[in-house]
């Protein structure tokens, strides 16, 4: 993944306006009536904002997220949840393998995220450890998903940050290579 060919400027735009800045706005909203904010970013924001930053495009139909990325989103804390539905689980499992994968950690209130880049070659183990586990939840007809998760650990150790933002501002590239914990 070469940095220059990122759309930095236009991404970060897109997730000051769509993402923090309306869930500040909502939360606002919400507390003004007594009720917490729960949930989250719909999905289909953070394939924007990955497509805008990557200079992709949806994919469309079953599959993938982009034409060359899948993008997952969790809480800092959390793990990156892959999930297949019965119809086209086996389908999605092995098109995973050809695409990129793009994990965006962010912090509860959406003020700090972290854009890792991971090469496909490095989760074809992981998603060939789970093609037989697929394969034997689908034998129980009652069984519409199966979900497996990518672990922050091996997104760090195989990934690249490509973009992180502290406290809603953008952290220039050089201040990036070595996130705080």
Do not use: C
């Amino acid at each position: 993944m070469n940095r220059q060919d990122l759309n930095v400027s236009d991404a970060y735009n897109f997730y000051t306006k769509f993402i923090l800045n309306h869930s500040r706005d909502k939360k606002r909203v919400y507390e003004e009536y007594g009720f917490t904010l729960q949930g989250g970013v719909p999905s289909k924001d953070w394939e924007v904002f990955a497509a805008i930053l990557l200079r992709d495009r949806a994919k469309p139909g079953d599959g993938a997220d982009l034409e060359r990325h899948e993008v997952k989103s969790a809480i800092r804390g959390g793990s990156f949840e892959y999930q297949y539905h019965k119809k086209h689980g086996l389908d999605k499992l092995e098109e995973d393998k050809t695409v990129d994968h793009i994990f965006i950690e962010r912090s509860r209130d959406y003020s700090d995220i972290r854009v890792w880049y991971v090469d496909k070659e490095a989760l074809i183990p992981k998603f060939d450890q789970w093609k037989p586990e697929l394969k034997a939840n689908y034998e129980d007809d009652n069984k519409q998903r199966f979900r497996r998760s990518v672990p922050k650990g091996m997104v760090r150790q195989k990934g690249t940050l490509l973009m992180q933002v502290e406290s809603g501002k953008l952290v220039p590239p050089a201040s990036n290579q070595v996130p705080r914990p």
